[in-house]
């Protein structure tokens, strides 16, 4: 596989990610980052989709500062992108990714609870009690989050997955068959 070719697909899938998040800014909490970064882990494994989730991070941080959320960035999007890779990898059904979606999406909401509250900066004085008032306060964004992401995963992922996966064999060919990962 030539190196270049795999850089470029990277690179367009970084960018993807951050102008989709950008044109669906106008809408708190519904964004287009899970899904395409989930389909693009599903379909051409973690070796692109991992790099392209740093990439997207680095670029969010760039553009938007250094705040408590890039800790948040850089834990769930690899996740993210792990997560469907291996569900990629086991030719996991549309369910089980909508399913998994819906989870990772719910876990976003707690994580980020959890990192605002300072869980990696040792502020653990009245803890629990923190993370649940910050977690209420955000809990109609992370309702929206949820719901959000279960529509369009519902809607979209096996229809872009197949897309994708067409993509892919155009683009690699030769190389295992269209397999890279």
């Known amino acids: 596989m030539k190196t270049s070719k795999k850089i470029?697909?990277?690179a367009l899938m970084?960018?993807?990610l951050t102008g989709g998040k950008m044109a669906m800014a106008f809408l708190p909490n519904v964004e287009?980052?899970?899904i395409l970064l989930a389909v693009y882990a599903f379909v051409f494994g973690f070796t692109f989709a991992l790099p392209a989730a740093f990439v997207f991070a680095l670029t969010e941080t760039l553009i938007w500062g250094v705040n408590t959320w890039v800790i948040s960035y850089f834990i769930y999007w690899p996740l993210l992108a792990?997560?469907?890779s291996l569900l990629g990898a086991k030719k996991a059904p549309v369910w089980l990714a909508v399913t998994s979606a819906v989870a990772l999406t719910a876990f976003f909401g707690v994580l980020t609870?959890?990192?605002d509250v300072g869980l990696f900066m040792g502020r653990f004085d009245n803890f629990w009690a923190r993370f649940g008032v910050m977690y209420a306060r955000g809990v109609v964004f992370y309702a929206v989050h949820i719901v959000s992401n279960l529509a369009i995963?519902?809607?979209c992922f096996g229809p872009l997955c197949r897309a994708l996966a067409k993509i892919k064999s155009q683009l690699f060919p030769a190389e295992l068959g269209g397999q890279i990962n």
């Open 8 to 10: 470029a697909v990277i």
């Open 14 to 16: 970084s960018a993807t």
């Open 32 to 34: 287009p980052v899970s």
């Open 82 to 84: 792990v997560v469907f």
């Open 113 to 115: 609870s959890l990192v």
């Open 153 to 155: 995963f519902c809607a």
